[in-house]
């Protein structure tokens, strides 16, 4: 059986992301992002050290959520839009009548059951995007009031028990 990849969900695997994206934006790579700045708010583009990669994300809470629905809904129509009028005189391949035969409403069935599952699969991953799970995965035992007549019982990631010094 193939093992199969696990995303790095780290803090230091998201850092690591902002600080590439930093990078972008230091470098210029983004230019055309400060002419677009610059053409509808008529001034320069914040310096590069009061701009916040957040906007680039959904957000922890979805707070960005209302811009990327628009964003995705724009993709979508743009690229219909697009193949419907590529060779518009070409005849649909997916017509009335394929659409209301029992194969293709079956099929359309099983859409939307696989797009349920696919949901309910994803959120069973972990909150990486919460920064209260960040929280309290990274936090250190250390670093928390420790009895002082306790140890914890070994340095492995595998056990949680505390037991009292000998």
């Known amino acids: 059986m193939a093992h199969k990849s696990q995303p790095d969900y780290s803090s230091h695997a998201l850092d690591g992301l902002k600080q590439a994206l930093r990078e972008c934006l230091k470098t210029n790579q983004l230019a055309h992002r400060e002419l677009l700045w610059e053409s509808t708010h008529g001034r320069e583009a914040p310096l590069e050290n009061e701009r916040d990669v957040e906007a680039w994300f959904l957000g922890p809470r979805a707070e960005n959520a209302d811009i990327f629905e628009q ?77 002082a007549t306790s140890r914890p019982c070994s340095t492995t990631r595998t056990t949680s028990r505390w037991r009292p010094h000998r």
Do not use: C
């Open 71 to 147: 964003l995705v809904l724009e993709a979508l129509r743009d690229h219909s839009f697009w193949r419907r009028n590529f060779h518009p005189m070409d005849p649909p391949a997916i017509t009335q009548s394929i659409k209301r035969d029992p194969g293709y409403l079956r099929a359309l069935d099983t859409l939307h059951t696989e797009f349920d599952n696919l949901l309910a699969e994803l959120k069973k991953s972990a909150p990486f995007f919460s920064m209260r799970y960040q929280g309290h995965r990274h936090g250190s035992r250390r670093s928390r009031a420790w009895p």
